[in-house]
């Protein structure tokens, strides 16, 4: 059964940081590229990264460009998502996708002091 589930998700200081990640459970996504969505209240989903299979290759999106790295451990079969020097344009519920295979229910991420 194909299955991945976000944690990591919760309050951020502006400025501060918080690491996402995403459990492939049902073992079944290593063989694919995953990406990080997010979508913000209000607003269309957004790609903000992806990476490859093997993991050697990433893209990140415009809007977090160098702030938040995307990455993954095939051990732990995990995909993560570090994200540095949060704004006040970061909040959203942050989804983990195998493209064509499953997307995870997401994980809420807000900005406040």
């Known amino acids: 059964q194909v299955q991945l589930v976000e944690s990591g998700g919760g309050r951020v200081q502006p400025g501060g940081s918080r690491t996402l990640a995403c459990v492939d459970a049902g073992f079944t996504c290593s063989s694919s590229a995953l990406n990080w969505y997010r979508q913000a209240s209000g607003k269309e989903r957004e790609l903000v990264a992806a990476?490859?299979?093997?993991?050697?290759?990433?893209t990140d999106a415009d809007s977090v460009k160098g702030r938040c790295p995307i990455s993954r451990d095939h051990g732990k079969s995990t995909l993560y998502l570090q994200m540095n020097r949060l704004t006040s344009e970061d909040p959203a519920v942050y989804y983990c996708a195998a493209p064509r295979l499953a997307r995870g229910q997401g994980t809420q991420v807000t900005v406040s002091s």
């Open positions: 990476i490859t299979t093997r993991g050697d290759n990433t």
